[in-house]
Structure formats: structure tokens, C-alpha cells
């Protein structure tokens, strides 16, 4: 049997313990806590974060059809859209929507259309020609889906049509072409003949699927 004393110091131990071992279990279910409520406030502000900074999850649909999107990540600024406005290539009062890198040229939407940058550094302007919009007409392309190319045969088919060939027309063009698809959902034109009908125009351009912005739809 244990003296007095021993009982007492046996007492004293075991209540010690227990109360460093509810200490430690307090302090783990604390931290645990408080990771919690951590990791949910970061996941909130990120939200807040970006409702505050861009709308595109309410108005954009993604397509998917980017072969690789991440070669395809807008590159036309603030300062690109500013400049294509002050220029003639869109009527006066166009709506542009803000530089967003995390919006993709597949992206639709019941209120914006998506352009390439590319028709407009060749001097077209918005609206296209008659001309032009008969060719979207007839294959039911987007103007996303039209690569360079296009638009370079198109260009080119206008300006003879208005100094040489006044009753040249786009019904004309599947004399001379084909439409081929080609990567993302994308569109070019195949000469039929060896020697094409317009030269030069199969010429690579750099980056030019990073060059788009978007419209306001309801332009005309």
C-alpha cells in the first residue's frame, strides 16, 4: 500500500496528464479550426477578386474548340483596343470589351462577337463590304474561324472586283478555291490549281491567333 505521500504525488501526476493531454487536444482542435476558416476566407476573397474584376463567367460560353489554348492567350491590350478605335476600321460609338487574358477566341456570347486583329492591319474596316459579307453569308463562318489567307483573297478579290472586274462576285470564288479546315475549328481557302490564283497569299503570319478582342454585338 502507498503511503499518504505517494498517493498524493500519484494524484497530482495523473491530473497533470490529463490536463496537458486536453492542453494538446485543444490546441489541435484549434489549429484545425482555424485552417479551416483560413483556407475558406482565401477561397472567398479569391471569388470576391474576381467578380469584382471581370464579368466574363456571366456573358461567355466556352466552346472548347482551341486545339492549345495555351498558345492561343489573347495578347491585344488596353492599349491595342485603344488604338483600333481612335482608328477608322469601326464606326464611332463601337463597344469594345476590356483586355482579358482569361477569355479565349472560342469563347460566345449572346452579347459580344469576337474579331481578329488581322483583317484591320490589312486596311478593312467594320462593316465588311457587300462583297465580303456575301463570302460569310454563303459558308456561314465566324470571322474567328476565318484565317489570314481568307482575308488576304478576299482583300484582294474586292479591289480587283472595284478596278476591273465590276461584276466579279463571291459565287465566282469556288472557281478558283476550296475551303479547307484547318487546326482550332479554322478555315482556309485551297487553291485548286498548281498556280493560284492570287499569289503570296498562303504567307505565315506570327502570332496572329493571339491578336483578337471583342464587340458589342449590334454594331450595324
Known amino acids: 500500500m502507498l503511503s499518504p505521500f505517494y498517493s498524493l504525488l500519484l494524484s497530482i501526476l495523473i491530473i497533470t496528464t490529463q490536463a496537458i493531454f486536453r492542453y494538446f487536444l485543444f490546441l489541435s482542435l484549434f489549429l484545425s479550426l482555424f485552417k479551416f476558416l483560413a483556407s475558406w476566407s482565401r477561397l472567398f476573397m479569391v471569388a470576391r477578386t474576381r467578380s469584382q474584376t471581370t464579368d466574363h463567367p456571366l456573358i461567355f460560353h466556352n466552346h472548347n474548340l482551341l ?32 483586355f482579358d487574358r482569361e477569355v479565349p477566341s472560342d469563347f460566345c456570347s449572346d452579347e459580344w462577337v469576337c474579331f481578329f486583329a488581322y483583317p484591320f492591319s490589312i486596311g478593312l474596316q467594320y462593316p465588311f463590304s457587300p462583297f465580303i459579307s456575301r463570302f460569310f453569308e454563303l459558308t456561314g463562318l465566324s470571322f474567328a474561324q476565318t484565317m489570314p489567307m481568307v482575308w488576304r483573297v478576299l482583300a484582294t478579290l474586292e479591289r480587283i472586283k472595284a478596278c476591273h472586274m465590276p461584276d466579279l462576285c463571291i459565287e465566282d470564288l469556288p472557281m478558283a478555291y476550296r475551303l479547307r479546315f484547318y487546326g482550332s475549328s479554322q478555315f482556309l481557302l485551297f487553291s485548286i490549281s498548281k498556280d493560284p490564283l492570287i499569289l503570296k497569299a498562303t504567307k505565315n503570319e506570327d502570332k496572329w491567333r493571339r491578336k483578337f478582342f471583342f464587340c458589342k454585338k449590334g454594331l450595324h
Open 67 to 98: 486545339n492549345e489554348p495555351s498558345k492561343e492567350i489573347c495578347s491585344f491590350d488596353d492599349a491595342d483596343i485603344a488604338a483600333l478605335r481612335a482608328s477608322d476600321a469601326f464606326p464611332a460609338g463601337t463597344i469594345f470589351h476590356p
